[in-house]
């Protein structure tokens, strides 16, 4: 069975097996749960009043419900009015689980087709959007306790696990496998629940702690490259890498040959603070500069 399907199904189950409040309950839960994951929050009449998040999600949950008896004007008057006034705008025909949070709600869009559990925390500038034409299911599947960090885009008709975490700006566009951190662009899941710190809540709200998988892989290859080049000049027998004794001084004739290419020769080693490319390229040098000095041909 696909993750889309098993989350799906199991968001189905919840809503048989479990008795579903009605909608003022449902309500009195989404109020309730923001002064669990918002420390500003002072009490309801300011929540009522000035949280555009949760005035969305009241006209929300008022449009769903007409949407549900076939009603297709009145809940799309509701979701446009609620748009103008909040800026979130919300498909009535998106079905939102219990207890759900969208923090400073500026520019939050979830599309006709998307599904979300139950526990589910959206940051500002979140997208649940599609990416067909065709009718249908063409909207993200989130599960229970899924959070979703500021500006990043859940593109198509895929599946995020239970408990999973996006990281603020990503993209994504596959399967998120349940209780996995997924950062960049393309998202990538980069780290498994057991390694994040969880709240008693069973939220991780956590969405700025996220790691680099990129910047993991240059450092890798810098420490890489510095192994290769020390084993070059034991092979040598120098003591100096080429260009790292005077960063002014261009590399030796000698140091040409090395990669057996005509024009390339060593880089310095990791830990200097200073080198250049052997092309025209603008990488900034160790030390945080972005002035990188190009030798001709």
């Known amino acids: 069975m696909s993750p889309e399907?098993?989350?799906r199904d199991s968001l189905a189950?919840?809503?048989?097996?479990?008795?579903?409040?009605?909608?003022f309950a449902m309500l009195r839960e989404d109020v309730a749960c923001v002064f669990q994951r918002d420390p500003a929050a002072r009490n309801t009449l300011e929540l009522l009043t000035?949280?555009?998040?949760?005035?969305?999600l009241v006209l929300h949950r008022l449009a769903h419900a007409m949407w549900k008896m076939h009603l297709r004007y009145l809940p799309?008057?509701?979701?446009?009015?609620?748009r103008l006034v909040t800026n979130v705008d919300i498909?009535?025909?998106?079905?939102?689980?219990?207890?759900?949070?969208?923090?400073?709600?500026?520019?939050?869009?979830?599309?006709?087709?998307?599904?979300?559990?139950?526990d589910v925390t959206l940051y500002h500038g979140v997208t649940l959007g599609g990416t067909t034409w065709n009718p249908g299911k063409r909207h993200p599947t989130l599960g229970h306790g899924v959070v979703v960090g500021a500006g990043?885009?859940?593109?198509?008709?895929i599946t995020v696990g239970d408990r999973a975490r996006v990281a603020a700006n990503s993209v994504v566009i596959e399967d998120v496998t349940a209780g996995m951190t997924v950062v960049g662009i393309p998202g990538r899941m980069v780290v498994p629940r057991s390694q994040r710190r969880i709240t008693d809540s069973g939220i991780d709200l956590d969405h700025h702690q996220m790691p680099d998988p990129v910047g993991?892989?240059?450092?890798?290859?810098?420490?890489?490259?510095g192994e290769l080049e020390q084993e070059v000049l034991r092979m040598r027998g120098s003591k100096t890498a080429p260009g790292s004794?005077?960063?002014?001084?261009?590399?030796?004739?000698?140091?040409?040959?090395?990669?057996?290419?005509?024009g390339d020769f060593l880089s310095v080693t990791p830990t200097t603070a200073c080198g250049d490319c052997d092309d025209t390229c603008s990488q900034p040098t160790f030390d945080g500069s972005t002035t990188a000095t190009h030798h001709p041909e």
């Open 152 to 157: 990043a885009k859940i593109l198509g008709a």
């Open 50 to 56: 000035i949280y555009p998040g949760i005035q969305a």
């Open 216 to 225: 993991k892989a240059i450092g890798c290859l810098l420490d890489r490259i």
């Open 13 to 23: 189950a919840a809503s048989v097996n479990e008795a579903r409040p009605g909608l």
């Open 245 to 262: 004794a005077n960063c002014a001084e261009p590399p030796p004739e000698g140091a040409k040959k090395v990669l057996g290419r005509p």
């Open 91 to 118: 498909h009535p025909g998106a079905t939102i689980g219990r207890r759900f949070f969208i923090d400073h709600g500026a520019g939050v869009v979830i599309g006709e087709t998307a599904e979300i559990g139950d």
């Open 5 to 7: 399907h098993s989350i």
């Open 76 to 82: 799309r008057l509701i979701s446009f009015v609620a």
